[in-house]
Every structure is written in structure tokens, then in C-alpha cells.
């Protein structure tokens, strides 16, 4: 009785195989001319119409995957020579864009180093 039972979801089990092959078969073939049926004189065309129909829904916000800033690092060595350039008297964004930093690192070595000026009482 449980052999019979068996034997019949093997062959249940076939018959799905078979009929996800002819769909795969069926939609692969379809797929293949459907810029034909819309009018398109190739899969490319049907394509950028696509993307042109979906507009500014297909595009993603936010930054691009992949593409994340490297922060830099600041060495000891590295705050000396900045601390060195703070004391030729160039500007704190001209620091930054020549040790690749930003300005609000600039700012935080010179305040580390005592060479922020204090600001007058009111």
C-alpha cells in the first residue's frame, strides 16, 4: 500500500518536472518575441522603451554600491607635518586638499595642538 503510494509521487514528481520544462520552454519562446509583438525592431529598443516608460522610479537613491570613501588615516608623523604647515600659515582648506583630509581634521589637529585662538569675551 505505501509502495503504491510511492510509486504514484514518483510519478507526480516526474510529470511536474516535465510540465516546468514545457513552461520554461513555452515563456523562453514568448520572451524571445516579445519586442516583435509590441511593435520594436529589436530586444534593445523594447528595453530602453522600458526604461524610458519606468523613468526616475528605476533609479536608485543614495550612494552606488561599491563606491564607499576611504577615510584617511592620521598618523603621529602625518600630524607633525600638518602641525608644520599650520605654522607656514596656510590655510586650513589648502591642508586639507594637500593631505587629503578634511577641514574639520585640519581644525581638530591645530585645536590638539594649541594653535586654535581664543575667542574674545563678550
Not at 509502495?3 to 510529470?15: F, N
Not at 607633525?80 to 589648502?94: E, L, S, W, Y
Amino acid at each position: 500500500m505505501v509502495t503504491e503510494k510511492i510509486k504514484q509521487l514518483a510519478d507526480y514528481q516526474g510529470k511536474v518536472a516535465e510540465l516546468q520544462k514545457q513552461i520554461e520552454r513555452e515563456r523562453t519562446k514568448a520572451l524571445a518575441h516579445l519586442h516583435e509583438k509590441y511593435g520594436f525592431e529589436s530586444v534593445k529598443e523594447l528595453i530602453k522603451a522600458i526604461r524610458a516608460a519606468a523613468g526616475s522610479a528605476g533609479k536608485r537613491r543614495g550612494r552606488k554600491p561599491g563606491r564607499h570613501r576611504k577615510h584617511a588615516r592620521i598618523t603621529p608623523q602625518m600630524k607633525d607635518k600638518i602641525k608644520g604647515a599650520i605654522q607656514t600659515g596656510r590655510t586650513g582648506a589648502q591642508i586639507a586638499r594637500e593631505f587629503g583630509i578634511s577641514l574639520p581634521s585640519v581644525y581638530n589637529i591645530k585645536k590638539a595642538f594649541g594653535l586654535v585662538k581664543a575667542r574674545k569675551q563678550k
